[in-house]
């Protein structure tokens, strides 16, 4: 089960994700507003191009997915 308006919360805070090229990192969202996220956790796999990068959210048992914009890498 994923809640109304999950997918646009993981977008609005894509600008903070950082992660480092071809590593997958654990994004826990205990701190979302949205009490019914605060089990989630998403999987960010970073693409060969630095604005894309393919999310795959983990929820009640369910697999997700979704694509988040402009995602920064660090060094």
Same mark, same amino acid.
Not at 2 to 15: H, S
Not at 47 to 66: H, N, V
């Given at each position: 089960?994923?809640?109304?308006?999950?997918?646009?919360?993981?977008?609005?805070?894509?600008?903070?994700?950082?992660?480092? *090229?071809?590593?997958?990192?654990?994004? +826990?969202? $205990?701190?979302?507003?949205?009490?019914?996220?605060?089990? #989630? &956790?998403?999987?960010?796999?970073? *693409?060969?191009?630095?604005?894309?990068? +393919?999310? $795959?959210?983990?929820?009640?048992?369910?697999?997700?997915? #979704? &694509?988040?914009?402009?995602?920064?890498?660090?060094?």
């Amino acid at each position: 089960y994923v809640p109304v308006g999950f997918t646009k919360k993981i977008e609005e805070l894509a600008p903070s994700f950082k992660a480092s *090229r071809g590593k997958v990192m654990e994004i +826990d969202l $205990y701190n979302v507003s949205d009490p019914s996220a605060e089990a #989630c &956790k998403v999987h960010i796999i970073p *693409r060969k191009s630095k604005e894309t990068a +393919d999310a $795959y959210k983990i929820c009640g048992g369910w697999l997700k997915f #979704c &694509k988040i914009n402009k995602l920064k890498y660090g060094d």
